[in-house]
């Protein structure tokens, strides 16, 4: 099959984002790309454990002073379900059916984006009552650019998807298109494993001291 | 399509290779700019050897002479030997898969401006008040506290570099895995294709640590935060286990290719099949794994304690075990053969006693105990120049006069090439032979010079002298490629007339889409296989057809210009510039404008029709 081909529900593959030799090169050097991204989160993951609590002096608040566990919660939820509203905008994609894959993936960016709305609170939360802030501590500094590289990554999901839904809109879908939906869906799927991690290294983690 | 063989002005050629996507000609650009940073690197180091030629000389200064040292480090490693050795994957990787291309041509492309762009910021430190000065390992306790913008400059530019390596290795590894040829089954793939696809793995698992450790020293000097200072809270270690993470893996990324290109060299010219082909991608990938678990054998004097010492000990000592079969291995298929010695079997030749010699000091570091006097010493300088050189260097240079017939389509002198050769060889052995023994002497790494009475006279002499044999090799380099560039005798398919392996049974240079079919491939060595049966090419695998390639493109360039750019309007912020904020954020919509204009624009590509290709047959005589 060739990108430029006129497909239909009928004919449209069963794995489009796998049926052009541009689609397979373009599936497999994404998952790669994202054992790199593991490996720098990974990173961020180490230096946040070795710097956790390492403040300069006592009047500085430590992990267990400054997370809640339900706003925490309510981020991790909306990020949760906005992974599985991808899944179903990738159920239609696969179906040949492009104004349901829109809605669905309309859904995960708004979603998406009430997760980010939640951290920035969050942050500024953390600032102004604890005056926690990324140059305070090494802590700080730690605990900023792990969940930061984060927030970054959905920020930049958002721009990338919502690009993605925009240029194709008039068009529909054709295996040209079809892989770079596919890939985003497995970026969007990733920050989410990685949000899981940040939930349980620095929240849960931290609550219990 | 057939343009390829027309003559153009130097406008077109140079937008030709500024928009190009060809692995072939991103191969000549990675190995110009490879080259040039080499000259650099080397005229750095000559540097070094005047100052230390001589005790209580003045030829520089103490702060210069740590610039240069930091400059010389970071440049040959980054710079110099890792493009070079990408521009021998690029050349030959995919013709030796009997692949039309990279699985990513565009990325191919942008891997190569981001290395340039990140290169060229990086050497501007020069001339923008002083280079960085903490080593070419920048460990955070020294790096934090030099003043000025070099260490900026350092983290900036090799991050930028380094965006580029990480994407030409997830660009490899996909080539190999999607793009192989019909029956080029792995365990038919050639050596070097092999180490080629270890080599991507390491650096994807690789690079990234050191974008962490780049991205917190970043941080740190520019925006305040307190990752590695300790009285806030901060680790410097953490800075060392980052950068060993990254670093100790890299010396595998640069010998991994070099142990490929020794892989071909040997069977060439011993015309003789590479002895216990699978013990040596067994030995590859393993050595490629046990990479990642011995950083920590840098750091054995930081005080991580004896258990982890043991370990990363013992870990070190392993990878000998894989290594080991190698050398055997080349010596096995030597024995026995009709050995040509070329230019290239030369320097496979010396490379056996020369490596081997870096990894028996190698062993000897990785005893911990004894490692505490070995430690920052000049035996540390001698035994990774004495791998690196008597490795990687050693295996550009074959791989030039190697690969130089399939890349331009003219040879390299011989006897140029020879003399090359003994003034390098000499030259290398000359310099570094000596500076075990100021090591165990106790002549510390990094300082700018020594008092007279010390004992070390006459052998930094001797080292220095040396290192004018290894300019003068060189010199004789550049002038055999210059003298043969000017007289430019056209060579066929398979110049050296043993070649073994796919990309010798291509016209020389290949033709821009590479085979017109697709090769059968019917074992190990294919090409050779169709030769012993009488057959002048390959089989194909597949009727004349259509062939679809990727269109050329600016914006890989303009994309790394933009980061380029960007990152001067970060240095320069620190210094609270009116003009800063603007230039980074003009940069920044530089790169991000144009990653936005290939999004939403289409690009397929365009189809060589199949009567073109006949045509081209018809005018040329060109069988593929």
Redesign the interface.
């Known amino acids: 099959m ?3 081909d006129k497909l239909t529900y009928e004919t449209w593959p069963a794995e489009p984002e796998k049926s052009t ?1 541009e689609a ?2 373009k599936f ?2 994404f998952w ?2 994202l ?3 593991t ?2 989160f990974a ?2 993951f ?2 946040y454990l ?2 956790k609590d ?3 002096d006592t009047t500085h608040h430590l992990a267990k002073d400054l997370f809640e566990l339900p706003l925490t919660f309510v981020a991790t939820m909306l990020l949760l379900t906005s992974s599985l509203t991808s899944v179903y905008a990738m159920y239609h994609m696969k179906n040949f059916n492009a104004k349901k894959m829109n809605f669905w993936l309309v859904l995960t960016l708004l979603l998406g984006a009430a997760f980010l709305v939640l951290e920035i609170y969050e942050f500024n939360h953390y600032v102004h009552e604890f005056h926690h802030t ?9 605990f900023y ?1 792990l969940v930061g590289f984060h927030g970054g990554h959905v920020a930049f999901g958002l721009l990338w998807i919502t ?2 839904i925009v ?1 194709n809109s008039k068009r529909g879908l054709d295996l ?1 298109n079809a892989p770079k939906f596919y890939v985003a869906s497995l970026y969007w799927h990733f920050i989410d494993v990685v949000w899981v991690f940040i939930f349980t290294v620095v929240y849960l983690m931290g609550m219990v001291g | 399509m057939s343009t390829y063989a027309q003559k153009k002005g130097f406008g077109a050629t140079l937008w030709d290779f500024l928009t190009t996507v060809d692995h072939k000609k991103i191969a000549i650009l990675y190995l110009i700019a490879g080259g040039f940073f080499f000259v650099v690197g080397g005229l750095e180091a000559v540097f070094i050897r005047i100052q230390l030629a001589v005790p209580n000389n003045d030829f520089v200064s103490a702060g210069l002479f740590n610039e240069i040292i930091t400059m010389h480090g970071t440049t040959m490693i980054f710079l110099a030997a890792m493009p070079l050795v990408f521009a021998f994957m690029n050349a030959v990787m995919p013709l030796q898969i009997g692949a039309r291309d990279v ?2 041509p565009f990325v191919n492309a942008l891997g190569f401006w981001l290395f340039f762009f990140g290169g060229v910021f990086l050497n501007l430190s020069w001339f923008f008040d002083g280079a960085p000065d903490a080593g070419w390992t920048s460990y955070a306790s020294l790096a934090m506290a030099s003043k000025g913008h070099g260490i900026d400059f350092y983290v900036l530019g090799l991050q930028i570099s380094g965006l580029g390596t ?1 994407i030409g290795g ?2 490899f ?3 190999i ?3 192989r040829a019909p029956g080029m089954t792995y365990m038919r793939m050639p050596l070097f294709t092999w180490t080629t696809f270890v080599t991507s793995a390491l650096i ?2 690789a ?3 050191l ?3 780049l ?2 020293m970043m ?2 000097r520019m ?5 590695f ?1 300790t ?5 410097t270690v ?1 800075w060392e ?2 950068f060993w ?1 990254f670093g100790h893996p890299e010396v595998y990324i640069l010998i991994l290719p070099a142990f490929g290109i020794f892989s071909e060299i040997f069977p060439i010219f011993s015309r003789k099949r590479l002895f216990g082909y699978s013990s040596m991608v067994f030995a590859t990938v393993l050595i490629g794994f046990l990479g990642f678990m011995v950083w920590a054998h840098h750091m054995f004097t930081t005080g991580l304690g004896p258990v982890a010492n043991a370990i990363f000990a013992v870990a070190t000592m392993a990878i000998g075990v894989p290594t080991g079969i190698k050398i055997f291995n080349w010596l096995f298929t030597v024995w026995g053969g009709s050995v040509k010695f070329t230019t290239p079997m030369h320097w496979a030749m010396a490379f056996i006693p020369s490596f081997l010699a870096g990894g028996v000091t190698g062993v000897m570091l990785a005893v911990a105990a004894a490692d505490y006097q070995y430690h920052d010493t000049y035996f540390v300088v001698a035994h990774f120049h004495y791998v690196i050189v008597g490795g990687v260097v050693f295996a550009i240079f074959a791989g030039t006069h190697l690969y130089w017939p399939k890349m331009f389509g003219t040879m390299l002198n011989e006897t140029l090439g020879k003399i090359t050769f003994w003034l390098f060889f000499v030259g290398f052995h000359m310099t570094f032979f000596i500076q075990h023994f100021l090591g165990l002497w106790g002549m510390p790494r990094r300082v700018f010079t020594y008092l007279p009475g010390q004992g070390f006279e006459t052998s930094n002499l001797i080292s220095s002298i040396g290192a004018v044999f290894m300019s003068l090799g060189v010199i004789v380099m550049l002038y055999n490629i210059i003298i043969t560039s000017v007289k430019n005798v056209k060579v066929g398919n398979d110049p050296w007339g043993d070649g073994r392996t796919l990309e010798w049974a291509l016209p020389s240079p290949p033709p821009f889409y590479n085979f017109k079919q697709l090769p059968l491939v019917r074992g190990l060595d294919a090409y050779w296989l169709e030769k012993m049966e009488g057959k002048k090419g390959m089989t194909p695998a597949e009727p004349l057809g259509d062939i ?1 390639m990727p269109n050329s493109s600016i914006l890989p360039f303009v994309i790394a210009f933009g980061l380029f750019v960007a990152a001067f309007g970060a240095l320069f912020n620190m210094d609270d510039k009116a003009w800063s904020v603007p230039v980074l954020i003009i940069g920044l919509l530089i790169t991000f404008g144009a990653m ?1 204009l290939r ?2 624009k ?1 690009d ?1 590509g365009f189809h060589i029709h199949k009567e073109e290709l006949m045509e081209d047959d018809n005018d040329k005589g060109v069988k593929a």
Request: charged share 10%; glycine share 10%.
């Open positions: 060739h990108a430029e030799l397979k090169n497999l050097g790669f790309f054992g790199g991204e490996v720098l990173s961020l180490a230096t070795a710097l390492k403040v300069p990324f140059t305070s501590s090494a802590f700080g500094s730690a650019t690009t993605l240029r040209y | 699985a990513f990480l997830i660009n590894l996909v080539t895995i999607n793009m994807l698992f690079f990234p640590p974008t962490v450790g991205v917190l941080f740190d925006f305040g935060s307190n990752f200072v009285t806030m809270g901060g680790n953490i286990h980052l993470i679809h936005f999004s939403v289409d397929h």
